[in-house]
């Protein structure tokens, strides 16, 4: 049965109005960006994907619940943090679990991808994850910054990656462990991760060679300004430089209607189904085809959530490099092992002192952010 337009239209309308958006002669005007509205009009795609994960979560989370900390499991004088890449099925499930905290949905990602978790040896509890997926061919923030060579974008660009998920879960979060995972991605161990698993492997889309090198990454905050890498330095070098800010458009705050949308386009016709470019700018693309079909402005799309963009360079020359004049590319040399302990003396152990509700925090906190309260199971989730 298709979908009737008016009906979705209607819909459209609804959930605009819903979230806070005031619809006036045609113009579209976002609700104030304070965090706390912001978080909100995340709030229905972050609980369409929770419905659909409480089968999986029912069956998984009490295997998985205790890696997470009591705040009394925490001795600051013993914390000693490690990186693991998650290559095994039980460490992508821990990874998934943790995943599902964040206020902001999550998708598989696309393209190249490496996971890692952070790991408090001292107790073998994680502090928080790291997700790299492909970055986006076209990303403005980031390409008005180089004079690509002609013709050699797509083969610079694709030496970067770009930070799907970057972040600290309780009660590490409360510890300034989200400062930890940054310095990390910038780690030594993270390139070589790189090198290890797409050194010499030809891309997906061209079936084009590229070298293993990872020179840079990007990546955007969540809400607006970030104060998690801001100020991110090491022994004076800058961590994560500042691009400025996105423009505002996206698809999250309609991804409710995501499904009807697509009902609606396939019912004319018009294929939505994916293959290659099936990640987010597929989606971006189902949802202006499907309201200019209602009859209503891609303006829609424009959220007004401006996202502070971010650059972590991983070379000293990636100017030069990612701009044809260098062919080598020269690292910076930077351990795991002397971020965690910068990060320990420099943000952590001073946190814990002048802190203490982090003491107090309990991993049953965890089912309580993550289960709802009618239990919904997907057959699809199952042996996932």
């Not at 061209?206 to 090198?213: C, F, H, I, K, T």
């Amino acid at each position: 049965m298709g979908v009737d337009a008016d009906e979705l239209g209607q819909l459209v309308v609804e959930r605009l109005r819903h979230l806070g958006f005031v619809l006036c002669d045609g113009a579209v005007l976002a609700p104030e960006p304070d965090k706390d509205g912001l978080r909100r009009l995340h709030t229905p795609a972050r609980e369409m994907e929770l419905a659909l994960r409480q089968g999986w979560l029912r069956r998984h989370l009490p295997k998985y619940l205790p890696f997470f900390a009591d705040g009394c499991e925490v001795i600051p004088g013993s914390v000693l943090p490690g990186l693991v890449e998650v290559t095994q099925d039980e460490q992508h499930a821990l990874f998934r679990v943790a995943r599902l905290l964040w206020s902001i949905p999550f998708s598989k990602g696309y393209g190249r991808r490496l996971r890692f978790l952070l790991v408090d040896q001292a107790n073998g509890k994680l502090m928080g994850i790291l997700a790299l997926q492909s970055p986006p061919l076209s990303f403005p923030a980031r390409d008005r910054m180089f004079a690509y060579p002609d013709g050699r974008k797509t083969e610079l660009v694709n030496q970067t990656m770009d930070v799907q998920t970057l972040g600290a879960v309780p009660p590490y979060a409360r510890l300034l462990g989200g400062k930890l995972v940054a310095l990390a991605a910038a780690s030594n161990e993270v390139r070589e991760a790189y090198r290890s698993k797409y050194a010499q492997r030809p891309t997906e889309m061209q079936g084009r060679v590229l070298p293993g090198d990872l020179v840079a990454l990007t990546t955007t905050s969540a809400f607006g300004r970030s104060s998690l890498y801001n100020r991110l330095r090491y022994k004076g070098d800058v961590i994560a430089q500042s691009l400025g800010y996105t423009d505002g458009y996206g698809s999250f705050h309609l991804m409710e209607l995501y499904p009807l949308f697509r009902q609606f386009l396939e019912a004319q016709g018009i294929s939505t189904r994916g293959g290659f470019g099936s990640g987010p700018r597929r989606k971006w693309q189902t949802m202006v085809r499907a309201l200019e079909r209602l009859g209503l402005s891609p303006e829609l799309l424009r959220h007004g959530v401006r996202r502070e963009a971010f650059l972590f360079p991983l070379i000293d020359n990636l100017e030069d490099y990612l701009e044809g004049r260098d062919s080598r590319p020269q690292h910076r040399d930077l351990p795991f092992a002397d971020l965690s302990s910068f990060w320990r003396e420099r943000w952590f152990l001073p946190r814990t002192a002048r802190v203490d509700g982090w003491v107090h925090h309990r991993r049953e906190d965890i089912g309580q952010m993550v289960l709802l309260s009618s239990p919904t199971d997907v057959n699809s989730e199952k042996g996932r």
